[in-house]
Structure formats: structure tokens, C-alpha cells
């Protein structure tokens, strides 16, 4: 079992950068594959990052490839997702998730999901 909490949402200007967090509690958390998925109001969800379990391999939309970095760190039991010159595009509610299966991209292989946080970026 793993709970997740995101945090770090807020309102920035294009081209500003945030950083969300997410904190994990639970059993075996390095065991799992931790992603990064976002939705905006009358959207689908979809993926934005992915770390694997081991850490040793990421993977990335191509709409935030190259302007955002995940990364985790195991003894905080906390994934990150760094955000750099933020876009409009890229407002929505930014969800954490938990998996343990390939690939990484797909919703339905995840196992927990955070609640959620709002990322608002103004033009």
C-alpha cells in the first residue's frame, strides 16, 4: 500500500518554473515506478513523466521534453518534478502516481494516485 501527496502547484507566468513534490508513504516504495500525469478541465488525462523504479531511467512527453525533469529520492520516499519555462499549454492538475508495471506512459498501470495539484500558468 502507498499514499501519495503532491504539492509545489501554483500560479506563474509563462516562462517561470515550479517544482512539484510528491511524498510517499508505504512499504516498498523504491519498488514502484512513480509518473507524472496531468488533466485539465474537459481534457483527458495524460502523461507527462515517468521515473522507473531503480531510477536509472526516465521517460517524457514530448510536450515537456527538455523543459522538465523528474527525479526521486528514495530515502525521502519523494518524487520530483521539476517544471522550467512553463507555458500556458501547461496548466492543469498535475497528479503522482505509483506502478509497477511497463510501459510507464499508460494510466491503467499505475496503482495509487495522489490527489492532485493545480498548476496555473498566465500569458
Known amino acids: 500500500q502507498v499514499q501519495l501527496v503532491e504539492s509545489g502547484g501554483g500560479l506563474v507566468q509563462a516562462g517561470g518554473s515550479l517544482r512539484l513534490s510528491c511524498a510517499a508513504s508505504?512499504?516498498?516504495?523504491?519498488?514502484?515506478?512513480m509518473g507524472w500525469f496531468r488533466q485539465a478541465p474537459g481534457k483527458e488525462r495524460e502523461f507527462v513523466a515517468a521515473?522507473?523504479?531503480?531510477?536509472?531511467?526516465?521517460y517524457y512527453a514530448n510536450s515537456v521534453k527538455g523543459r522538465f525533469t523528474i527525479s526521486r529520492d528514495n530515502a525521502k520516499t519523494t518524487v520530483y518534478l521539476q517544471m522550467n519555462n512553463l507555458k500556458p499549454e501547461d496548466t492543469a492538475v498535475y497528479f503522482c502516481a505509483a506502478g509497477s508495471v511497463f510501459p510507464v506512459g499508460l494510466e491503467r498501470h499505475y496503482d495509487y494516485w495522489g490527489q492532485g495539484t493545480q498548476v496555473t500558468v498566465s500569458s
Open positions: 508505504g512499504r516498498t516504495f523504491s519498488s514502484y515506478n
Open positions: 521515473i522507473r523504479w531503480s531510477g536509472d531511467s526516465t
